[in-house]
């Protein structure tokens, strides 16, 4: 846990997802909201800062051939 005090609301933010993607689940962990994306490439893994509104990164998921 952090004890980092928050600054007021930052608003709306958006986040773009793959074109004809869906979100499989939103999951909040170590002070970051994971969001797990499926498209036709797979599952993506979208890294969101709640503090800020921002995305931290992005992973894609690949099946070793």
Known sequence: KSN???GPGFGETQIQLPAG????DIIAADGRIVVR????G????ILLDPRLGEERGRIR???LD
């Open 4 to 6: 980092v005090p928050v």
């Open 37 to 40: 994306v499926r498209d036709a």
């Open 42 to 45: 797979g599952t993506m893994l």
């Open 61 to 63: 998921l690949n099946e």
């Open 21 to 24: 993607s869906e979100i499989d």
